[in-house]
């Protein structure tokens, strides 16, 4: 019977010091006034220019959006789950946005990040084709970064 109870209290107190804290609604919408917003406009100029060179029509990334369930909670769950995203590009245009969002959640990103060490050299032309793609996957992902913030911005107007 002891370790029964033992389990169950365990249980109780284990999962809140493992998941992330969902509730940074708010923190998250002070941030994004008061930092985010800048650089979230500054990093879609900045993609967009690079994209101008080249069509990204081929490549639509499938992302997570916000519109499907418009709960705070949710919303928090998918920018963090964008700013990883935008983080693992290693894109320098914007780097600083998703490490601002990431710590305005105060939360790690929920997959593994692979080591630079391990990722192999690859010839300039396919650099080239990679660069391309990343780029237009940053241009996407900024743009559902963007919808999340206006549709947490709303929420906020709401209550």
Known sequence: MPLLCISLLALLFLPPSLSCDSTRANVLRDNFRAVDKVLLNNAIKNISASVSNFSCRLLRPKLQNCTANKSETNIVNTLLILACKIRHLDLS???????????????????????????????????????????????????????????????????
Request: aromatic share 2%; proline share 3%.
């Open 93 to 159: 245009q914007t780097n600083r946005l998703g490490g601002s969002i990431q710590a305005s959640i105060n939360c790690q990103c929920p997959t593994k990040s692979p080591d630079k060490e391990k990722i192999k050299k690859r010839g300039t032309r396919r650099n080239k084709s990679n660069m391309k793609k990343k780029t237009c996957k940053a241009k996407a992902i900024l743009l559902s970064m963007k919808e999340c913030y206006e549709i947490l911005n709303t929420l906020s107007m709401d209550t």
